[in-house]
C-alpha cells in the first residue's frame, strides 16, 4: 500500500491524522525534528494496525535539506500532508523579531520550500494529493495574532495556487483550516466547548475530506460560518473592534 | 471548566490537567495537593469528579502486542473501542467487556468493571497480567496479581494512584457475529429460571420492564448468546446517531418509557427465538446513539445499580420492582444480570447473585425513593455500585462493603488519603 509523507508529525493533530491514514491502510513517513522521539508512536501504530512506519529527520526551517530528504525516500508517497505549526503569543511574536521569523518560517516559508519540491514530482507523475493545514487565523488580520494568521494566509494563497496549477495533473489539493483544537498547543487556554475540536474529530475530517477530493475544510464546520461573518465585517468597523 | 460525568449531574467547576507523561505527572503530583483522575467520563456519578481532575484519555498508546499469548500492553487512556478496532479483525476479543466500549483502560480497572459473562469469567482484574501506577510519592510500581495494591486498586475508583499502562490478556474469537437466543418470560419466576437454564452460555443478560404490574413483574426479555464460528472477522464500527442536545424532560414522561419498553418488548417474538448479531448490536446497543444521556433532559439522571446474594436475590428483587411499578417513576432501561462469585478486591461491586440496574431522571422525589429501595437493599445485605452512584449514604454503603475498613487503611498508610479523592469518595469517606 502507498506512503503517506506527515510532516510536523509530533503535534497532536499530526498523531492522530497518522492513526486514521494507518487504520486506512496507509504506510507512512513521519517527519519531524529529533524525531527519534516518535519512537513510542511508531510503536503505538505498529500495535494497532499493520502499517509501516518510518521516522525521517526533518526540520522544516532547514530549506536546503528538503530536496535531499524527498530524492532519498525510497519509495515516492502518494499524499503529502504538512500539518507543522509554530503559534507564540502575539505580544512575543511583535516584540521579538527572532519569534516573528520563526512563525513566519515554520507555517508559510518552510512549508513552501518543501511542497514546491513535492509538487514538481506529483505534476510529473500525475497523481498524489498535498494537505496543507492552515488555519482560520488566516481569514482575517486581527489584532490578536495577526503575526500567525498572516502567515498562514499565505499558505492558504500557497494551497489556493498549488490547487489551481495541479489540477490538469489530477493531483488534489486540500486546504484544512481548523478553528480552536485541544492540543498541546492550546493547553490553559480556556476555549469555547461548541467551537473547540478534538485533534481526533479533526483528523478524521481531514482524511474523509481528503479522501473526497474537496478543496477547502473548516473543521469544526462551524467555523466556515463564523469566519464568514468575520471576513463581511467592513473594515471601518473591524478596527474598532477586540475580537 | 464545567464537566460532568455520563449522568450529567452533579455539574462541577473545576480545573483539569491532561496526562501526557511520567516526568510531568510526578511533577503535578508534587504540587497538586488533592485530584482524581478521569478517563471518559462514563461512570454515571461523582467518582470521577472534583474541583481538580487528572484527563487521562490522550495518553492512549499502545506499546505491545504478543500475538502467541494474547497479551496486549497498552497506556490507561486507550478506550475499549480502540482495542476492538484493531484486534476484532485479528481474530481477538476483550475477556471482559461492559455495556458500552466507550470507556479507557484505567476506567476498566479502577471501577474493575464486569460484563454479560461475569457468571464465568469475573471482573476485569481477571484478565489482568499486570499495570503501572504511579503513587502518591511520584514512584511508579509495578503491580502483580494477589498483590495488596492489586486488590486494592481493581475496584479502588482512583483512589490509590494513577494507573498508567496495564497488561491483559485478550481472547480468541472466530467471528464478529454472536449467536443470539431471546427468551421472553412472563415474570420473575420465569426470568430467574431462565438464567439458570442457559447459565452454561457465556453471555447473558436480561431487560426488565419495570412498569409492570403484579402477576407480570419481573417480566423480561432474556438475551443469551455466545460467538459464532464462521471464521468472518471483517468488523468494522458502526456509525453512529447523534442527539445534539438535551432534550426536553417531558420526552421520558411516563408514557415514552411505556412505549419503549412496550416496542422493545413486543418486538421479539413470544417464547425462545435466535438471532445472529454483531459485537456492536450485541454489547454495546446503547453506544450506536451518541450522547444517548441526553434524553434525559438538562437536570441529568442518575443509574441505581445494586447487586443481592442469591439466597434473597428473589424477595429481594420482588420488592424493589413493586415499590418502582408503584412509584410511577420510569426507567429507560432496567438491565438484570447473573453473576458469579466474587472476588478478592477490597471494593469490587460483584458477588454470587442477581444485580438490577435503572436509570432515573434527577427529579423531585427520586432520592428520597432510592433511599427507600436501599433499605432493601441493606435489609437484604446487597450492596450499590459506585461507579453509578451519586447519592448514597455513607451508612448504606458500608453496610454493604465489609472490606472498606481495610481499604481505608491501606489508603492511610500508603498516603493516598489525602492525594487522591473525587467528590464520592468525600461524600462516603472513603
Ligand atoms: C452505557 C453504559 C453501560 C455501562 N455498562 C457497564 C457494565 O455493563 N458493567 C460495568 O461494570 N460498568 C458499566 N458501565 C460503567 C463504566 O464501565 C464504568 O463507569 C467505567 O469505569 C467508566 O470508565 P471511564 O474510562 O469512562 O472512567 P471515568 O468514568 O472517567 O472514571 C471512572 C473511575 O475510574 C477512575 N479512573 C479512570 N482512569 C483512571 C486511571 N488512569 N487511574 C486511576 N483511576 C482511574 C476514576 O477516578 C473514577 O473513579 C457502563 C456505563 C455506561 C455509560
Known sequence: MSFVLIIGAKSDMAKETARVYAKNGYNLYLGARNAKELENFKTDIEVRTSVHVELLEFDITAYDTHQKIYDGLKEKPLGVIVVSGYMVEQKLAQKDWDESLQTINVNYTGAVSILNIVAN???KERRGFIVGVSSVAGDRGRKANYIYGSAKAAFSAYLGGLRNRLYESGVSVLTVKPGFVDTKMTQGLDLPEKLTAQPEDVALDIFNAQQKGRNILYTKSIWLLVMLIIKHIPEFIFKKLSI | MNLVSWGMYPIVKNHQTTLRDEEELKEYMQNTSEFIPFGNGRSYGDSALNDEILYTKKYNNFISFDEDK???TCRAGVLLSEILDSFVPRGWFLKVTPGTKLITIGGAIASDIH??????????????????????????KTVKKATNLFYATCGGMGLTGVILEATISLKKINSQFINQTTIKTKNLQETFDAFEEHKDLPYSVAWIDCLAKDENIGKCLLMVGDFADDGDLDYKSKSKLNIPFNLPSFALNNLSVKAFNWLYYAKAPDGVSTQKVGIDTFFYPLDSIKNWNRIYGKNGFTQYQFILPKETSYEGLYEILTKISDSGKGSFLAVLKLY????????SFPIEGYSLALDFKIEDGLFELLDELDKVVVKHNGRIYLTKDVRVSKETFEAGYPMIEKFREFRKKNNMSEKFNSLQSKRLNI
Do not use: P
Open chain 1, 121 to 123: 514530482d506529483f505534476e
Open chain 2, 70 to 72: 494474547g497479551l496486549l
Open chain 2, 340 to 347: 458469579g462469585k466474587s472476588n478478592k478486591n477490597y471494593l
Open chain 2, 115 to 140: 460484563g454479560k459473562n461475569h457468571h464465568i469469567e469475573g471482573c476485569f482484574s481477571e484478565c489482568i497480567k499486570e499495570f503501572k501506577i504511579m503513587q502518591a510519592d511520584g514512584e511508579i
